[in-house]
């Protein structure tokens, strides 16, 4: 879903402008964006959690000497919450376990 989709939605689900709907999603993209910039995490109940993590920096082994190949990097996991997993396992048709 894009964010294009995500704005058509929320105006016809809300009843409100679909300019309104654009501007209420791009805040709240750029809301979380921040957060997770500044290193936070963001726990969304029902939903799943979105953790900033770090990569460790990571040696060449054949080039040995302790030579880094690629510096330490940040990225984004996600956690999905039990209801949501248990939501997207009820519509693929498998089971809810």
Request: proline letters at 5%; a positive charge.
């Amino acid at each position: 879903m894009r964010r294009s989709e995500v704005s058509r939605a929320l105006a016809v689900r809300l009843n409100i402008s679909k300019r309104f709907a654009d501007q209420a999603a791009g805040e709240l993209f750029e809301l979380l964006a921040d957060e997770l910039a500044a290193g936070g995490s963001i726990d969304i109940r029902g939903f799943g959690r979105f953790d900033v993590r770090t990569w460790p920096a990571r040696v060449n082994p054949v080039l040995g000497g302790g030579r880094k190949l690629l510096p330490e990097r940040k990225y984004v996991k996600f956690r999905m919450a039990d209801a949501l997993k248990t939501r997207v396992r009820a519509a693929a048709g498998g089971p809810p376990r």
